[in-house]
């Protein structure tokens, strides 16, 4: 594409967004833009899965290898036994049945998001889909008794599905620690896992609200980073019920900037929720 061609698409892309802007005003244009980038997102990743066979439930669909077809059952009735309680501390249920995309290895996990050969993960929450990596790469078990037991212990569906619940009903309306911290407490209820790591002591100093929510993913102790979204929202739905950290969310499928739907549905700031946290912290860290 030329520079011309470049600069008309951009002028037409603004005019547009403009346009929009005015017409429903900009949160309600906002969500309608994400709403768009999440669809298309969906779209191209569900098209890119040659070669998958789909097995279904009630609420979910599983796109998997053929050499992971004997995986299906255990997944999907691991993923139907998750869902009420997703749902319930979320506040919102989802609409249609969830795409759930069963990678057979890491290569091909990789490709799948762009990642580089370093980058891994067991599980991801990518534009409306939820991606997982096949538990025979990742679980070391004799047989498949102790792969199901395994699994239903430690797997990530719980936290990836927390994503995609909370992005549908917010259409990305969070900060990044918020999500985070979300998806590990519900994860620990459904599975009792909680990842900590070398790093993710809070007996150090913290991260101060302000980096974590300008920029969680570039924090160099990410052990730390997500240590601390996770014991930020267990404190909040302790201190104010979960059913306060279900209204903030509520607010937040309102369209209430992060700030507001805090201050709205808790009756205090966030700033001063974290100052209260951090001073809890310090004197439970050991």
């Not at 892309?13 to 709403?35: D, I, Q, T, V």
Request: glycine share 8%; hydrophobic share 40%; aromatic share 12%.
């Amino acid at each position: 594409m030329n520079r011309k061609r470049a600069q008309r698409l951009l002028t037409a892309l603004a005019a547009g967004a403009f346009l929009l802007c005015s017409l429903l005003g900009w949160p309600e244009a906002r969500a309608a833009a994400y709403r768009y980038y999440r669809q298309q997102g969906r779209v191209r990743i569900l098209a890119g899965l040659s070669g998958y066979q789909e097995a279904g439930s009630a609420r979910f669909v599983l796109y998997h290898r053929p050499g992971d077809g004997d995986l299906a059952p255990l997944i999907l009735a691991h993923a139907e036994s998750v869902y009420d309680l997703v749902v319930s501390h979320v506040g919102y249920r989802p609409v249609g049945r969830v795409p759930l995309i069963l990678y057979p290895d890491r290569t091909e996990l990789r490709a799948a998001y762009g990642w580089e050969s370093g980058q891994s993960a067991v599980g991801v929450y990518w534009r409306g889909t939820v991606g997982l990596l096949s538990p025979k790469v990742w679980i070391a078990a004799r047989d498949a008794d102790e792969l199901a037991d395994r699994f239903r212990r430690s797997n990530p569906i719980a936290h990836e599905l927390t994503h995609y619940v909370l992005d549908e009903w917010t259409d990305g309306n969070y900060p990044r620690w918020f999500t985070e911290g979300l998806a590990q407490y519900v994860e620990e209820m459904a599975t009792g896992y909680l990842w900590l790591e070398a790093g993710a002591s809070l007996d150090q100093p913290l991260y101060a609200l302000s980096e974590l929510t300008e920029r969680f993913d570039a924090l160099p102790n990410q052990p730390l980073a997500y240590r601390q979204s996770y014991s930020l929202v267990a404190y909040m739905a302790e201190t104010y019920g979960e059913d306060g950290v279900t209204e903030v969310i509520a607010r937040l499928g309102e369209g209430a900037p992060f700030d507001r739907a805090v201050e709205t549905a808790l009756g205090r700031s966030m700033q001063a929720i974290y100052a209260d946290w951090a001073d809890w912290a310090r004197r439970h860290a050991a």
